[in-house]
């Protein structure tokens, strides 16, 4: 048998590390006697765990006659849970054994880590090529499946996988979640636009979420790039991240940062801003926090389910994401706890992903917004901006955090620099440091390219030849990274030192102007 290579000897070892603990996490109630187990893995909440859990049980028994218990297991957001996913599929097929086995459904996270999940795994290993998917596909008939969804699409985007790998479960929107006693302090207005969080009296007073952790962010930062265009959506991203106290590594952090006063402004999912903003209310301080959908800004994503490949459970796995997909779990989503079909306890936020609530219930819900009315076409659809979000933003305010702050800190005190909000760019400075800075402060790294190009990410059209040149491996022949380096890595590493040469240059223009 030929020795594996040294990358994929550690994702096999990363693989076994991570599954231990992940079991470990399980919240397992005593089961009824006789009742069966389906295992689901999740990023969702507490609330909607409780909620579901326990309609999922009543709904089993009414409807099957048979007791059911649903035992969550909670490893950390969507892109962690991808990753962990992934790893343990490579090395189960370099080991020539079945690809799951652990688990029988995936609940929650963005389409995006779907879609992912959905194509094809492949591992060559002692001569042999095996290949398989992470998630196992199901099939529901036509008329089922228009009952749920009608035509299956929400202003173009598709709301299940026609492979059946996987199916909306939720919408989510995003937006910002922000603290009116912070804001007031400061003397910065309600939030209405993206840009809001580029505003530099917002220095050390915006909470972000890290979107290599956090899949539902990193569909936000993207949410910004293609609304706003994007040279202008880093621009607003790249002043957020320099305005901010904390990158935290899950979703849930950033929206409790700015309820609890730690944070006057955070990106966030919708759900996660509106809970804050009800339980604030709901502790005696209504109108505190306020949550907003910048409008004609924000876009409509499903939040899917799926069934897991080597389910130890298939039917049960079956039966749980026709019952999330029904009227009874959607309505769980919006309903008023207490109410007739509503969850027993926890007022869930969500928005359904079954339109034919909207039409018959719409009145009932807590959150009267129904998307297909909201919905506005992507201004720019070309591929690529997703994959780049992640490393892109890592580079840039993680690994460079204190210069960025450093270098914004220099950029938003020139005197000429304004002082109500605007996001000033270099091709609108009138003052010629003022534009040095700025053209410095707004670069975007150029990377290698086979041939001894480099491409700049200035240039939308270069996206995806990068992003399928170094994040997907289509460039692994062209020697751009060493042997055996996983290429994520290097590309992360060649952004990082780009960005802090950018970096660098903006606070020796501005020595130079001092002196």
């Given at each position: 048998?030929?020795?594996?290579?040294?990358?994929?000897?550690?994702?096999?070892?990363?693989?076994?590390?991570?599954?231990?603990?992940?079991?470990?996490?399980?919240?397992?109630?005593?089961?009824?006697?006789?009742?069966?187990?389906?295992?689901?893995?999740?990023?969702?909440?507490?609330?909607?765990?409780?909620?579901?859990?326990?309609?999922?049980?009543?709904?089993?028994?009414?409807?099957?006659?048979?007791?059911?218990?649903?035992?969550?297991?909670?490893?950390?957001?969507?892109?962690?849970?991808?990753?962990?996913?992934?790893?343990?599929?490579?090395?189960?097929?370099?080991?020539?054994?079945?690809?799951?086995?652990?688990?029988?459904?995936?609940?929650?996270?963005?389409?995006?880590?779907?879609?992912?999940?959905?194509?094809?795994?492949?591992?060559?290993?002692?001569?042999?090529?095996?290949?398989?998917?992470?998630?196992?596909?199901?099939?529901?008939?036509?008329?089922?499946?228009r009952d749920a969804y009608g035509d299956g699409l929400l202003g173009g985007r598709r709301l299940f996988d026609a492979g059946g790998h996987w199916f909306g479960a939720a919408l989510s929107a995003f937006g910002i979640v922000y603290n009116n006693d912070s804001l007031s302090r400061l003397g910065v207005p309600a939030p209405t636009e993206w840009s809001a969080l580029a505003d530099p009296r917002l220095r050390r007073e915006v909470a972000l979420v890290n979107p290599a952790q956090s899949g539902s962010v990193a569909t936000?930062?993207?949410?910004?790039?293609?609304?706003?265009?994007?040279?202008?959506?880093?621009?607003?991203?790249?002043?957020?991240?320099?305005?901010?106290?904390?990158?935290?590594?899950?979703?849930?952090?950033?929206?409790?940062?700015?309820?609890?006063?730690?944070?006057?402004?955070a990106i966030c999912i919708d759900f996660y801003g509106r809970y804050q903003q009800q339980a604030v209310s709901d502790g005696g301080a209504p109108g505190r926090i306020g949550y907003v959908d910048p409008a004609g800004r924000t876009a409509f994503d499903p939040d899917p389910i799926a069934v897991l490949r080597g389910a130890p459970h298939p039917e049960l796995a079956r039966r749980f994401v026709e019952f999330v997909l029904s009227p009874e779990g959607q309505r769980l989503w919006q309903l008023r706890p207490g109410t007739?079909?509503?969850?027993?306890?926890?007022?869930?936020?969500?928005?359904?992903?079954?339109?034919?609530?909207?039409?018959?219930?719409?009145?009932?819900?807590?959150?009267?917004?129904?998307?297909?009315?909201?919905?506005?076409?992507?201004?720019?659809?070309?591929?690529?901006?997703?994959?780049?979000?992640?490393?892109?933003?890592?580079?840039?305010?993680?690994?460079?955090?204190?210069?960025?702050?450093?270098?914004?800190?220099?950029?938003?005190?020139?005197?000429?620099?304004?002082?109500?909000?605007?996001?000033?760019?270099?091709?609108?400075?009138?003052?010629?440091?003022?534009?040095?800075?700025?053209?410095?402060?707004?670069?975007?790294?150029?990377?290698?390219?086979?041939?001894?190009?480099?491409?700049?990410?200035?240039?939308?059209?270069?996206?995806?030849?990068?992003?399928?040149?170094?994040?997907?491996?289509?460039?692994?022949?062209?020697?751009?990274?060493?042997?055996?380096?996983?290429?994520?890595?290097?590309?992360?590493?060649?952004?990082?030192?780009?960005?802090?040469?950018?970096?660098?240059?903006?606070?020796?223009?501005?020595?130079?102007?001092?002196?």
């Amino acid at each position: 048998m030929r020795p594996w290579a040294p990358g994929a000897l550690f994702v096999a070892i990363v693989a076994a590390l991570v599954v231990v603990p992940i079991a470990a996490r399980r919240e397992v109630a005593a089961p009824p006697r006789g009742a069966a187990t389906v295992i689901v893995l999740t990023a969702n909440n507490e609330q909607i765990r409780s909620e579901f859990g326990a309609a999922f049980e009543r709904w089993h028994l009414e409807r099957h006659g048979s007791p059911v218990a649903v035992v969550w297991s909670t490893p950390g957001g969507a892109g962690e849970i991808r990753r962990m996913l992934e790893a343990s599929a490579v090395a189960a097929l370099r080991q020539g054994i079945p690809v799951g086995g652990s688990f029988d459904v995936l609940f929650g996270g963005g389409a995006y880590e779907y879609e992912q999940l959905s194509k094809p795994i492949t591992v060559d290993s002692g001569g042999a090529s095996r290949s398989a998917t992470v998630l196992e596909p199901i099939r529901f008939g036509e008329d089922w499946l228009r009952d749920a969804y009608g035509d299956g699409l929400l202003g173009g985007r598709r709301l299940f996988d026609a492979g059946g790998h996987w199916f909306g479960a939720a919408l989510s929107a995003f937006g910002i979640v922000y603290n009116n006693d912070s804001l007031s302090r400061l003397g910065v207005p309600a939030p209405t636009e993206w840009s809001a969080l580029a505003d530099p009296r917002l220095r050390r007073e915006v909470a972000l979420v890290n979107p290599a952790q956090s899949g539902s962010v990193a569909t936000a930062m993207d949410t910004i790039l293609r609304r706003e265009g994007w040279d202008r959506g880093w621009a607003i991203l790249r002043r957020a991240a320099a305005n901010a106290r904390s990158i935290a590594a899950s979703g849930p952090r950033a929206p409790a940062d700015v309820s609890q006063g730690e944070a006057a402004m955070a990106i966030c999912i919708d759900f996660y801003g509106r809970y804050q903003q009800q339980a604030v209310s709901d502790g005696g301080a209504p109108g505190r926090i306020g949550y907003v959908d910048p409008a004609g800004r924000t876009a409509f994503d499903p939040d899917p389910i799926a069934v897991l490949r080597g389910a130890p459970h298939p039917e049960l796995a079956r039966r749980f994401v026709e019952f999330v997909l029904s009227p009874e779990g959607q309505r769980l989503w919006q309903l008023r706890p207490g109410t007739e079909g509503g969850p027993r306890e926890f007022a869930l936020r969500r928005l359904p992903v079954r339109r034919s609530l909207y039409e018959t219930e719409l009145d009932r819900f807590i959150d009267r917004v129904d998307p297909w009315k909201l919905v506005r076409a992507e201004p720019d659809a070309r591929p690529g901006f997703r994959a780049l979000v992640a490393p892109l933003f890592v580079a840039m305010a993680v690994d460079n955090r204190a210069l960025l702050r450093e270098a914004w800190d220099l950029v938003a005190s020139h005197p000429e620099y304004p002082r109500d909000g605007r996001v000033l760019t270099a091709a609108d400075a009138k003052d010629p440091h003022l534009r040095a800075l700025l053209e410095a402060f707004d670069a975007m790294p150029a990377v290698p390219a086979p041939g001894g190009a480099r491409l700049s990410l200035a240039d939308p059209a270069n996206l995806q030849a990068v992003g399928d040149g170094w994040l997907r491996g289509g460039w692994k022949e062209a020697a751009l990274w060493r042997t055996g380096d996983p290429p994520a890595e290097a590309f992360r590493r060649i952004l990082a030192a780009e960005v802090e040469r950018n970096l660098r240059h903006v606070i020796e223009l501005a020595k130079e102007n001092r002196r």
